[in-house]
């Protein structure tokens, strides 16, 4: 079992991150297959057993949503090819597209959270087979959001509807931070007796949080990337790179032939 305690400890060390290259493995696919293997011997003896997976950018495609507030921003000149990351990041938005970023913030705030428009959202293809082949192996898959407790609902809806096998939905109070209720919802599983094989995400910088808790870098990371895209939100962390192919159908919702 993965223990985490609060207070200082030892980040990832010898992995330096930037925007041109990155020294993390980059077969992150073989490695959470092995780490599912060895999860479903432990359940077979008895022992319970769970995957964390964040949803935005890992479990799922997220770009239309954020294409959608970019043209209800204006900027209808933008397509989905240019937006080359699962989960594009905001800061990153506004830089590459030279947005004003008190305006588009309150624009995203709207349309990006509005639930009705999770529909848009696309399935990763290399993350969900995993979810559902831990799933048959007795493998509990914890899902482990930033998305605010009045999106639950919605949010496991959406994973119903699409297949997505899930034991738990865990989202964080509003006004609280990502990283932090990430960590400490990881401790709060770990202590109730529960082994945790992985931890699954898009954002380094949720990465680095965990593994900055004492007794945390045990815990297995798997970072999931947009092909191409540079890993730059998680210096120093210690991960593997799980790259997944980005579907560019219409934003519509039609799939290509």
């Known amino acids: ?147 605010n407790a009045e999106l639950r609902a919605a949010s496991a809806s959406y994973l119903q509807r699409n297949g997505i096998p899930f034991t738990t939905l865990l989202c964080k109070e509003r006004g609280q931070g990502t990283v932090a209720h990430k960590v400490e919802q990881l401790g709060r599983l770990a202590a109730n007796g529960l082994h945790l094989g992985a931890f699954v995400t898009d954002a380094g910088r949720e990465i680095a949080g965990i593994q900055a808790v004492r007794g945390a870098s045990a815990l297995p990371c798997v970072i999931v990337a947009g092909r191409g895209r540079p890993i730059a939100d998680g210096a120093g962390i210690t991960a593997h790179v799980l790259p997944v192919a980005l579907c560019l159908s219409a934003i519509a919702g039609k799939r290509r032939a």
């Open 1 to 147: 079992m993965v223990g985490l305690a609060t207070g200082a400890g030892a980040v990832g060390r010898g992995v330096e991150i930037g925007p041109l290259r990155t020294s993390l493995p980059t077969n992150g696919g073989p490695v959470l297959d092995r780490l599912i293997n060895a999860l479903a011997a432990r359940v077979a003896r008895g022992e319970p057993c769970a995957i964390v997976w964040d949803i935005d950018g890992t479990i799922v495609d997220t770009r239309r949503r954020m294409l959608a507030a970019i043209h209800a921003y204006g900027r209808t000149d933008i397509s989905l090819e240019q937006l080359c990351d699962t989960a594009p990041h905001t800061d990153d938005v506004v830089r590459d597209f030279g947005l004003d970023a008190q305006r588009f913030m309150k624009v995203w705030e709207r349309v990006f959270w509005d639930a009705s428009t999770f529909g848009t959202d696309r399935p990763i293809p290399e993350v969900v087979d995993r979810m559902r082949r831990a799933a048959s192996l007795g493998i509990r898959n914890i899902v482990l959001t930033g998305r």
